[in-house]
């Protein structure tokens, strides 16, 4: 649906937001794009959107270049933007049906009406927008993306400063556009939001996109799992009859890791049998625990700074 092909940016004071991005968007995914504050994320959406210009390579949307073939590219694509940009004084519906006119698509009352309801926006059409709450006005803002039915829709941190109940009807609507063939992609800082709704994962750290991955292998990964057992009296080695498990001597011979697959061990078999092999040859277990690498722990190392 969309193709960044060797995109980068630098600003006119020289700082370089983007450096060669290469990326492809499917059709009808919804795509999260994780990065740190400053990584290029919002950027990255102005480029594609045509609201920057990229200082070198382009940008197609269903195979319309975004500069060339601008007012293709840009009729497909509707843009949620990070800050509330509500006009006060024009109604919701005002605000929603001039969006539909902008894009010169014919006026369609029904399609409105369609959208409004299914932000649940419908009671509060004829209110002013300074008459709305800030959950509201993003909807506001999700609504007026959706005016002029695109097929893309970016979603700029769509939950930001948004409370619990409201980000979970905002996942729920999010899915349904998904469901009804909107591509989607969404800038987060909520690791959970994009482990809630992505199909897949892309990480951006300054202006390089570092990863791009299926967020099922991601979450496999996440599953990988680790039991460090400390052991009484110290080893020289792994006793041959415990080679069959994936283990590894540490702290001086004083603890045994075991790596497993959380995902494919939920029954713990394979811990009982480990445990059933330390007793036959005679080893003692003093204390043990567990930890699981998290998405979290996966994006970290990913942005941290490399020295
Ligand atoms: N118009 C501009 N002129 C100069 N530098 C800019 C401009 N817009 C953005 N930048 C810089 O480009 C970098 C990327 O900014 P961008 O807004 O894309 O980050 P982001 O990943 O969206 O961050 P956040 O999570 O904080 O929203 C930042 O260092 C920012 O200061």
Same mark, same amino acid.
């Given at each position: 649906?969309?193709?960044?092909?060797?995109?980068?940016?630098?600003?006119?004071?020289?700082?370089?937001?983007?450096?060669?991005?290469?990326?492809?968007?499917?059709?009808?995914?919804?795509?999260?794009?994780?990065?740190?504050? /400053?990584?290029?994320?919002?950027?990255?959406?102005?480029?594609?959107?045509?609201?920057?210009?990229?200082?070198?390579?382009?940008?197609?949307?269903?195979?319309?270049?975004?500069?060339?073939?601008?007012?293709?590219?840009?009729?497909?694509?509707?843009?949620?933007?990070?800050?509330?940009?509500?006009?006060? %004084?024009?109604?919701?519906?005002?605000?929603?049906? %001039?969006?539909?006119?902008?894009?010169?698509?014919?006026?369609?009352?029904?399609?409105?009406?369609?959208?409004?309801?299914?932000?649940?926006?419908?009671?509060?059409?004829?209110?002013?927008?300074?008459?709305?709450?800030?959950?509201?006005?993003?909807?506001?803002?999700?609504?007026?993306?959706?005016?002029?039915?695109?097929?893309?829709?970016?979603?700029?941190?769509?939950?930001?400063?948004?409370?619990?109940?409201?980000?979970?009807?905002?996942?729920?609507?999010?899915?349904?556009?998904? @469901?009804?063939?909107?591509?989607?992609?969404?800038?987060?800082?909520?690791?959970?939001?994009?482990?809630?709704?992505?199909?897949?994962?892309?990480?951006?750290?300054?202006?390089?996109?570092?990863?791009?991955?299926?967020?099922?292998?991601?979450?496999?990964?996440? /599953?990988?799992?680790?039991?460090?057992?400390?052991? @009484?009296?110290?080893?020289?080695?792994?006793?041959?009859?415990?080679?069959? @498990?994936?283990?590894?001597?540490?702290?001086?011979? @004083?603890?045994?890791?075991?790596?497993?697959?959380?995902?494919?061990?939920?029954?713990?078999?394979?811990?009982?049998?480990?445990?059933?092999?330390?007793?036959?040859?005679?080893?003692?277990?003093?204390?043990?625990?567990?930890?699981?690498?998290?998405?979290?722990?996966?994006?970290?190392?990913?942005?941290?700074?490399?020295?």
């Amino acid at each position: 649906m969309i193709r960044v092909e060797g995109v980068s940016k630098t600003f006119a004071g020289g700082f370089q937001a983007l450096k060669n991005v290469d990326l492809g968007i499917r059709r009808g995914e919804i795509f999260a794009l994780l990065g740190p504050n /400053g990584a290029g994320k919002t950027t990255l959406i102005s480029v594609i959107c045509g609201l920057v210009n990229a200082s070198a390579g382009r940008v197609l949307v269903d195979g319309h270049d975004n500069v060339h073939d601008y007012r293709a590219a840009r009729q497909m694509i509707g843009l949620v933007p990070q800050e509330l940009t509500n006009e006060a %004084f024009t109604t919701v519906w005002d605000t929603v049906s %001039f969006s539909r006119g902008l894009f010169g698509k014919p006026r369609d009352p029904a399609h409105i009406e369609k959208v409004l309801r299914a932000l649940t926006l419908w009671e509060k059409r004829r209110n002013r927008q300074l008459e709305l709450s800030g959950g509201m006005k993003r909807r506001v803002l999700i609504a007026k993306a959706l005016a002029h039915e695109p097929q893309v829709l970016f979603l700029d941190e769509p939950t930001a400063g948004v409370d619990v109940e409201l980000r979970r009807e905002m996942w729920e609507v999010v899915r349904e556009l998904r @469901h009804q063939g909107v591509t989607i992609i969404l800038t987060t800082h909520y690791i959970e939001e994009a482990e809630e709704m992505a199909d897949r994962i892309g990480v951006i750290r300054r202006g390089e996109i570092v990863l791009v991955e299926e967020k099922e292998a991601l979450m496999r990964k996440l /599953g990988s799992k680790e039991l460090t057992l400390h052991l @009484h009296e110290p080893l020289d080695a792994v006793p041959e009859s415990l080679a069959g @498990h994936a283990l590894a001597l540490i702290d001086d011979g @004083h603890a045994l890791v075991y790596s497993y697959d959380a995902a494919g061990q939920e029954d713990g078999s394979s811990i009982s049998g480990l445990l059933a092999d330390l007793e036959a040859v005679g080893l003692r277990v003093k204390d043990l625990h567990t930890r699981q690498s998290s998405l979290e722990d996966i994006f970290v190392s990913l942005v941290r700074e490399r020295a």
